[in-house]
Nanobody
Framework: QVQLVESGGGSLQAGGSLRLSCAYS?????MAWFRQAPGKEREGVVG???????TTLGSVTGRFIISKDNAKSTLYLQMNNLKPEDSAMYYC????????????????WGQGTQVTVSS
């Protein structure tokens, strides 16, 4: 199983930017970011395959950018122009044979990092 540790969450005002990090150990074809707001289902944000191909998993496009530094074994999520509706617990997911949009397709999860955006 892939070990994942997220960091970088915080509280900020709308319009700001934040970069989340996910340190990983082990091999996985796909790594992805998901988020879950209180009372809502966990939804996919964006995924990246081991060949660098990126896949949008949900409704957020353009503002969120996924990247990976293989030398540091770290996955990133750059979030720009944040909105209050982006407030959620953000999770790093891995250990999937493809970049599924359904969270059930991933076997490994980090503990999550909270992002809170105020208006």
């Amino acid at each position: 199983q892939v070990q994942l540790v997220e960091s970088g969450g915080g509280s900020l005002q709308a319009g700001g930017s934040l970069r989340l990090s996910c340190a990983y150990s082990g091999y996985t074809y796909c790594m992805a970011w998901f988020r879950q707001a209180p009372g809502k289902e966990r939804e996919g944000v964006v995924g990246m395959a081991s060949d660098g191909r990126k896949t949008t998993l949900g409704s957020v496009t353009g503002r969120f950018i996924i990247s990976k530094d293989n030398a540091k074994s770290t996955l990133y999520l750059q979030m720009n122009n944040l909105k209050p509706e982006d407030s959620a617990m953000y999770y790093c997911a891995a250990d999937a044979p493809t970049c599924y949009s359904d969270f059930a397709g991933y076997k490994s999860w980090g503990q999550g990092t909270q992002v809170t955006v105020s208006s």
